[in-house]
T-cell receptor
Framework: GQQLNQSPQSMFIQEGEDVSMNCTSS?????WLWYKQDPGEGPVLLIA?????ELTSNGRLTAQFGITRKDSFLNISASIPSDVGIYFC?????????????????FGQGTILTVHP | DADVTQTPRNRITKTGKRIMLECSQT?????MYWYRQDPGLGLRLIYY???????NKGEISDGYSVSRQAQAKFSLSLESAIPNQTALYFC??????????????FGPGTRLTVL
């Protein structure tokens, strides 16, 4: 089945550093989503990407939709302690007919980010 | 008030017991989902429902059942809990009219421990 592979699995950084993480797949995705899960809470959508090559920012966060449509990147600039959490990439599953099954998502394994003050 | 709520937030039970996890939402969304989260495995879909009369299996439905009692309520049951069902469980909703956006809204999670 479809799988999304995230790397790195975990990161330990100092406050103020920039962070970069990525998500790759053997299948093409037409939409890439990045979620963040704060400790003790459910995931929340950070950024959504809809077009190959698209670069989208949300404050200190920047995400890119890879040109091959098989990968995506998330960068966080000037990290702060509240950036701590698990970051997930996700994309809509494909149907058996090769279409996109909007409404069902495949999630990556997550990147655990720890920020030291 | 939270838009998606889950009860209980924490539950410890014993092997063989029947457990029900409840999810309620005030977002007015037709679509609801149950996921489980295990360390290093991300979120895996257990069951989903696109309206009150619709129930569909996800990728890991064995050992689980669901009930969609109303648009706002979606319950997950473990008929006979086993230790490898120890996990964090999330309920989520989405708006079918927002199909191109694919955003799902998650509850706070239920931490289930099966001894």
């Amino acid at each position: 089945g479809q799988q999304l592979n995230q790397s790195p699995q975990s990161m330990f950084i100092q406050e103020g550093e920039d962070v970069s993480m990525n998500c790759t797949s053997s299948s093409i995705f037409n939409t890439w989503l990045w979620y963040k899960q704060d400790p003790g809470e459910g995931p929340v959508l950070l950024i959504a990407l809809y077009k190959a090559g698209e670069l989208t920012s949300n404050g200190r966060l920047t995400a890119q939709f890879g040109i091959t449509r098989k990968d995506s990147f998330l960068n966080i600039s000037a990290s702060i302690p509240s950036d701590v959490g698990i970051y997930f990439c996700a994309g809509p599953r494909s149907t058996n007919a090769g279409g996109t099954s909007y409404g069902k998502l495949t999630f990556g394994q997550g990147t655990i980010l720890t920020v030291h003050p | 008030d939270a838009d998606v709520t889950q009860t209980p937030r924490n539950r410890i039970t014993k092997t063989g017991k029947r457990i029900m996890l409840e999810c309620s939402q005030t977002k007015g969304h037709d679509r609801m989902y149950w996921y489980r989260q295990d360390p290093g495995l991300g979120l895996r879909l257990i069951y989903y429902s696109f309206d009150v009369k619709d129930i569909n299996k996800g990728e890991i439905s064995d050992g689980y059942s669901v009930s969609r009692q109303a648009q706002a309520k979606f319950s997950l049951s473990l008929e006979s809990a086993i230790p490898n069902q120890t996990a964090l469980y999330f309920c989520a909703t989405s708006d079918p009219w927002d199909a191109t956006y694919n955003e799902q809204f998650f509850g706070p999670g239920t931490r289930l421990t099966v001894l």
